[in-house]
């Protein structure tokens, strides 16, 4: 394209490549695949009056579920080049409502993650904020531009009853006090969804899940990695059987913390140490991906370190679960080493496995056997905190049950403290 073609000129060839983009797929206009449909040419003869219009290919109208009286084919594949490459893009129909959320507790997870995740919701927008700090959450409220009215304290929770413009909430406050925190929005009549773990014990998971059957509400436990596509890949593969059975799962969760002066370094607020913290992923996971909880677990802790960071909580320790179908899953949790985060599930004829496996970002997915290594290129990552927010504003107003319930989130607590039980009497639990 020459520099002397006029504006409209440009414009025109501008909507033109667009839509072109949107409109065909695979073969340029007018290249028929052998067995396969060409498209149509631009120019066609007026139709007749009575005729009825030539179908393209292209045009899904017809097909059951499609236009009838006037209305549009909602969800139908967009032509049959969609059709035939299971079923996406489909004719949208309009935006859902999205979901009014409130954020409950303002820290490095919420800001760095959860607030610009949701800038990505297509079934979320953020009106309220919850923080113990109205002077943080003011800057936060111009940045995001949340009306600074709708700043609330802890305690100002069950003033959400009247408040019409909160429909629900995210909780990511310190563990011990999740369960104050989501029974007073459970109360004032909004929905929840609670970071892992669900509580610092499981009586207080029970008082939470009360609460919510009481007020009618979604208590949902927010494991995330339940949204990731190449995660869900993995498990496709084992559920299904592509090497036969899981016979060993190798799981590892470690990190440095950091210095001492945070919230996860005091039993007091975390309820546990690594476990509580980053060993979850390793138990949940391996718990999602098998679909059977463990029966059986033994552990060892390192206490002999000398850090003094690890004065309250544990900073290093090795459990092993024992599950129904006879897989064993050993797994280790760390506060004080280098950062490694990966599992591998061994099965009978090869393995899959992913490193990073639970990070935020550039996760990368592999299986094979004897003869090969293959890694996972499709499906694509996504932003889990956008994908697991859209579920949880999805079965809100679809009326469906969440995909991680409270219930999930208790018995992952219930776990951990008989493997912290494990590990201090030295010997095998039953779970």
């Known amino acids: 394209m020459t520099l002397d073609l006029t504006r409209r000129t440009v414009v025109t060839a501008v909507r033109y490549s667009a839509l072109s983009a949107v409109f065909t797929s695979g073969d340029r206009v007018g290249r028929a695949a052998p067995g ?7 120019e066609r003869p007026p139709e007749q009056k009575g005729s009825k219009p030539e179908k393209s290919p292209d045009d899904t109208s017809s097909k059951k579920g499609g236009s009838s009286g006037g209305s549009e084919p909602k969800g139908e594949p967009v032509s049959q080049t969609a059709a035939a490459h299971g079923g996406k893009p489909t004719i949208p129909g309009p935006p859902p409502k ?19 995740a949701l800038g990505q919701s297509q079934r979320c927008e953020v009106t309220a904020l919850v923080t113990g700090n109205p002077e943080k959450g003011r ?12 700043i609330l304290g802890y305690g100002d929770i069950p003033r959400l009853k009247d408040d019409q413009s909160v429909e629900a909430v995210y909780i990511a406050t310190p563990n011990t006090v999740h369960t104050r925190d989501t029974v007073a929005a459970l109360e004032a009549g909004t929905h929840v969804c609670c970071e892992k773990p669900l509580a610092g014990t499981v009586e207080d998971c029970e008082r939470m899940i009360r609460a919510a059957k009481q007020a009618g509400r979604t208590l ?3 494991y995330r990695v339940h949204h990731e596509p190449i995660n869900n890949e993995m498990r496709r593969m084992i559920r299904e059987g592509t090497y036969g059975r899981p016979r060993f799962v190798n799981f590892d969760a470690c990190l440095d913390v950091g210095k001492r002066e945070q919230y996860r370094l005091s039993k007091e ?11 979850i992923y390793a138990l949940n996971t391996t718990r999602w991906l098998l679909g059977e909880s463990p029966v059986e677990a033994s552990a060892m802790i390192n206490d002999q370190s000398g850090d003094e960071r ?7 320790i090795a459990f092993q679960l024992r599950f129904p179908s006879g897989c064993i899953a050993v797994c280790t949790s760390s506060f004080g080493t280098a950062r490694v985060n990966r599992y591998k599930v061994i099965c009978e004829r090869g393995w899959v496995g992913m490193e990073p496996a639970t990070e935020y970002r550039t996760l990368h997915g592999f299986h094979g056997d004897d003869t090969q290594v293959c890694e996972i290129k499709k499906p694509f990552s996504v932003n889990q905190f956008t994908a697991e927010l859209d579920h949880f504003a999805r079965c809100i107003a679809e009326g469906k049950e969440v995909e991680s319930s409270g219930e999930e989130g208790r018995k992952d607590v219930d776990f951990m403290h008989k493997i912290y039980h494990a590990a201090r009497s030295g010997r095998r639990v039953e779970l």
């Open 220 to 222: 949902m436990t927010a």
């Open 98 to 116: 999205k979901i009014k959320l409130a954020l409950v507790g303002l820290g490095k997870l919420m800001v760095d993650e959860v607030l610009p």
């Open 269 to 279: 607020l975390a309820g546990g140490g690594s476990v509580f913290d980053i060993g």
């Open 139 to 150: 800057a936060i409220a111009r940045h995001f531009g949340i009306d600074d009215a709708k």
């Open 310 to 316: 690890f004065d309250e909580v544990e900073g290093y």
């Open 36 to 42: 396969r449909w060409a498209a149509q040419p631009e």
